[in-house]
Nanobody, 124 residues
Framework: QVQLVESGGGLVQAGGSLRLSCAAS????????MAWFRQVPGKEREFVAH????????YYADSVKGRFTISRDNAKNTMYLQMNSLKPEDTAVYYC?????????????????WGQGTQVTVSS
């Protein structure tokens, strides 16, 4: 089992920045592929970014590429999402996800473990 707890969400004006954190426990963190997803009411959960075990490989959705940065600190069992140049369309509940495989891709069904989510609201 893996427990994931997100933090860092909040209200920010368009153009501003936020940093989300995801603290993991219960399993060897460095052997988890980690990802961020987001969801707005009435829509399917959307892939944002994922990061490899070592942190050396990252992949982003086109909608956030160049504005968001995913990273991880295996010594602290924590993953981050630095969000810059935020837009109102980035408003969503952001979820941390993990899977004990080498690669899980962009589909939310591929991830076994989820956090409870943190709300990000970007005002115009």
């Amino acid at each position: 089992q893996v427990q994931l707890v997100e933090s860092g969400g909040g209200l920010v004006q368009a153009g501003g920045s936020l940093r989300l954190s995801c603290a993991a426990s219960g399993r060897t963190f460095r052997r988890l592929i980690m990802a961020w997803f987001r969801q707005v009411p009435g829509k399917e959960r959307e892939f944002v970014a994922h990061i490899s075990w070592s942190g050396g490989r990252t992949y982003y959705a086109d909608s956030v590429k160049g504005r968001f940065t995913i990273s991880r600190d295996n010594a602290k069992n924590t993953m981050y999402l630095q969000m810059n140049s935020l837009k109102p369309e980035d408003t969503a509940v952001y979820y941390c996800a993990a899977d004990p495989t080498f690669y899980a891709g962009t589909g939310y069904a591929n991830y076994d473990y989820w956090g409870q989510g943190t709300q990000v609201t970007v005002s115009s």
